[in-house]
């Protein structure tokens, strides 16, 4: 049997130690078959050696229209955590389309490089940047289809109700292409109005909702329940996404499972954005400074569907990072304490396969029929490549080759 890409001697993702390894046959983009020793008649084959083989990464929420812009902004020192926005805020009329794609471009490609195959990238719509940010990143979209799927998901970062402009801006963008409407209603002078305002534009167009929310040093007011109420309202469970939520994590867990049960509940995901959240959160202290990180472990045992993802590259609101998603839950697990191998592996499937769910995307996987998006890690599972942050030897989309990293030598004397 012939195929176009076989990967021989792979460790299957969710396999025990012992089974034993397995080829995968891949035509005209999809998993044809898997099974051990499937020959090696192949327009390419790839020797895996015992590693793992996943489902590409799927990062559920990043913003590519102002990363890499350190150079412009310094990054955000003060003890006030708005003061990222401001820095960005104060240039946002600096960026041109070229500019956002050149910059976006450079962030992308690495995400492509560590394994990324599936993405919701944020794109902020006001009348200081207009719609340069959504359309210098929608211009990637289609130049990068062979790598990577990419949605936009269009947001009032500076407010909805009280920025006058913003609300047309956004309607626009979601009749030229946007994907996802967004929300950011701690900048908002009318938090449970901007809320409102976005659920009616997800219900005119028919699009999924993601949310900046309930970022603060305390657990008090929390908007995520309005947000709950508003899914079942409009039946849109399953649909709606939040990011940050660093309110919760200032809840005692006998406070944070019932808000994680009603999420559960209402069908409403979160996404913790550990890098963000860990370099921003805890300003009001400057002693014993807390994590201000969600337990992602805690909100998935509840039943919540949990996504870990990189949120900002290279600015005000995070000025590290290489948009790898692996170093992410990496940085999570460790942050939450969270060392068992079962907590490890559910952390593991936060970039994979729940990321997916999150985007609602089916097809997602090592199965039979499902899009060749794979990646081949230099670790035997899936465990060990998040304890040990992993490279990325091989990746593919749809059983097209895009990215090649050689394993490490040592050259001994």
Known sequence: MDFDLLLKEVRLPDSAADAPLCDIGVRGGRIA???????????????????????????????????????RCACETARNPHG?????????????????????????????????????????????????????????????????????????????TNNPGTDELMVEALRNGARVVGAA???????????????????????????????????????????CDLAEKY?????????????????PPDRLLPVARRMAAAGVSISVLTATDLYLGGRHADHNVPRSTVDANFMHEAGVLTTISTNNVL????????????????????????????????IWDMIGPHGARALRQSDYGVALGNPADLVVLDAPDGE???????????AFKRGRRTV???????HRP
Not at 53 to 69: A, P, Q, R
Not at 236 to 250: D, P
């Open 404 to 410: 090649t990293r050689a394993p490490v030598i040592i």
């Open 84 to 160: 990222a926005m401001e820095r960005v805020s104060d240039i946002k009329h600096t960026f041109t389309v070229d500019d956002v794609t050149a910059r976006a471009r450079q962030t992308l490609e690495k995400a492509i490089s560590h394994g990324c195959t599936r993405m919701r990238t944020h794109a902020e719509v006001d009348p200081r940047v207009g719609l340069r940010g959504f359309e210098g990143v929608r211009a990637l979209i289609e130049e990068y289809r062979w790598a990577i799927d990419i949605e936009i998901c269009v947001m009032p970062q500076e407010g909805l």
């Open 33 to 71: 078959a898997i099974a051990p020793q499937l020959g090696d008649a192949a327009g390419e084959v790839v020797q895996a050696g015992g590693r793992v083989v996943n489902g590409g990464f799927v990062e559920t929420h990043i913003h590519l229209d102002k990363t890499c812009i350190l150079a």
């Open 384 to 394: 060990t490549a998040l304890r040990t942050v992993a490279p990325v030897l091989h």
């Open 235 to 251: 039946g849109w469970q399953g649909r709606v996404a939040i990011g940050h939520g660093t309110k919760m994590a200032a809840l």
């Open 315 to 346: 600015n005000p609101f995070t000025p590290f990072g290489d948009a790898q998603l692996l170093r992410q839950a990496n940085m999570q697990a460790i942050v939450s304490q969270r060392g068992k191998p079962e907590e490890v592996r559910a």
């Open 185 to 227: 209603p701690n900048y908002d002078t009318d938090r449970a109005g901007q809320i409102r305002r976005v659920f009616e534009m997800a219900r005119e167009f028919d699009i999924d909702i993601d949310m900046h929310l309930d970022s603060g040093a305390t657990g008090d007011d929390l908007d995520v329940l309005l947000v």
